[in-house]
T-cell receptor, first 110, second 114 residues
Framework: QKEVEQNSGPLSVPEGAIASLNCTYS??????FFWYRQYSGKSPELIMF????GDKEDGRFTAQLNKASQYVSLLIRDSQPSDSATYLC??????????FGTGTRLLVSP | NAGVTQTPKFRILKIGQSMTLQCTQD?????MYWYRQDPGMGLKLIYY???????DKGEVPNGYNVSRSTTEDFPLRLELAAPSQTSVYFC?????????????FGSGTQLSVL
């Protein structure tokens, strides 16, 4: 079992819809959870982090964490074509143990 | 403020050659990291440093070496390049390495070993 699992996609949504990106992790001791966005040919950039169960909202983005189910998700409301990118889930299990998933490619069509 | 700067952006090596990937940051960050990203794969940690003079291995250190003589610079050395080292390399930094802390990434180096 991979430490951090994501569906590679592509996840295709129409402009204005909600995009839902999911991530599961295997280490129950994981403490912090991150979502990075990576445009093609570019470096990752942090868009959200969460460390408590529940929801965390920042503009059009909502991160959801369920530690009992070892599940973290990212919702993007009112999706825009500019949101088309690969979204990397990263899980911090301990000191310098930040594990990245393989990423989910999101395509938002006009 | 330049952030994290990596050079070169692209490089082609022949098998057995060596090279150094340069990384420098101007944010006075203590922690610096080298990751590699293979197509369709997540980022894998190669080496990291918690401060000048201190480095440690990450998940995939074989075939690489690092040094950290200053806070700003964290070069990655490839000795005897192999095709398996064809990848995109990212340098990153953070202030303290604590949980919930954002990593700042450089723009990456695309390396091909032929």
């Amino acid at each position: 079992q991979k430490e951090v699992e994501q569906n590679s996609g592509p996840l295709s949504v129409p402009e204005g819809a909600i995009a839902s990106l999911n991530c599961t992790y295997s280490d129950r001791g994981s403490q912090s959870f991150f979502w990075y966005r990576q445009y093609s040919g570019k470096s990752p950039e942090l868009i959200m982090f969460i460390y408590s169960n529940g929801d965390k909202e920042d503009g059009r983005f909502t991160a959801q964490l369920n530690k009992a189910s070892q599940y973290v998700s990212l919702l993007i409301r009112d999706s825009q074509p500019s949101d088309s990118a690969t979204y990397l889930c990263a899980v911090q299990g301990g000191f310098q143990k930040l594990v990245f998933g393989t990423g989910t490619r999101l395509l938002v069509s006009p | 403020n330049a952030g994290v700067t990596q050079t070169p952006k692209f490089r082609i090596l022949k098998i057995g050659q060596s090279m150094t990937l340069q990384c420098t940051q101007d944010m006075n960050h203590n922690y610096m990291y080298w990751y590699r990203q293979d197509p369709g794969m997540g980022l894998k940690l190669i080496y990291y440093s918690v401060g000048a003079g201190i480095t440690d291995k990450g998940e995939v250190p074989n075939g690489y070496n690092v040094s950290r003589s200053t806070t700003e610079d964290f070069p990655l050395r490839l000795e005897l390049a192999a095709p398996s080292q064809t990848s995109v390399y990212f340098c990153a930094s953070s202030y303290s390495g604590l949980n919930n802390e954002k990593l700042f990434f450089g723009s990456g180096t695309q390396l091909s070993v032929l």
